[in-house]
């Protein structure tokens, strides 16, 4: 979805604040901007995974198709999860975004890719690959639950999840 489509999530908070089934949500407002694209929105596709980015790598390389890659990184501060390759790879096979719980790396790489990416904050150090983790499964992100097939919008003022498309 281009960002000129992408509808603005305080209007979406305004039509949804009284919804109190779960199906809409917030993410809480501790994610930064690293990506050249602010504003993104699309089907969720799930990664959960602790400290080896190695979903996430394969994720990236696979057509994105306009949806938005979540990943549960268990918001580790130690090592980044995506750096600038891999954003590289993102915004080539057509992902809108990506939200990590956890970090990035590559900060200035990463500002040059055209696609959405948000993340806890950056660190320099890479992951190790031990193959570890699971694709495609419900994902709890800073207290949220995000599930695969969700719709996730965000834009300069934060992040929401949905169970169905609002566009």
Avoid: Y
């Avoid at 918001?75 to 990506?98: E, F, I, Q």
Wanted: glycine share 10%.
């Amino acid at each position: 979805m281009t960002s000129a489509a992408v509808p603005a999530t305080c209007d979406l908070c305004d039509a949804h604040k009284n919804d109190d089934s779960g199906r809409f949500r917030v993410l809480p407002p501790v994610f930064r901007d690293f990506g050249a694209v602010r504003r993104f929105a699309g089907t969720v596709v799930t990664v959960k995974c602790h400290e080896d980015n190695t979903l996430v790598k394969a994720a990236v390389d696979s057509a994105g198709e306009g949806r938005v890659l979540v990943v549960d990184g268990g918001a580790s501060l130690r090592r980044a999860l995506l750096g600038g390759n891999l954003g590289a790879a993102a915004a080539r096979n057509g992902w809108a975004g990506v939200v990590i719980d956890g970090c990035v790396r590559d900060v200035t790489e990463l500002a040059a890719c055209q696609v959405g990416i948000r993340a806890l904050a950056s660190v320099p150090m890479p992951t190790e690959k031990r193959n570890t983790g699971q694709r495609d499964v419900a994902v709890q992100i800073q207290g949220v639950w995000v599930r695969p097939g969700d719709w996730l919008c965000a834009d300069e003022d934060g992040v929401v999840v949905v169970d169905r498309p609002l566009v």
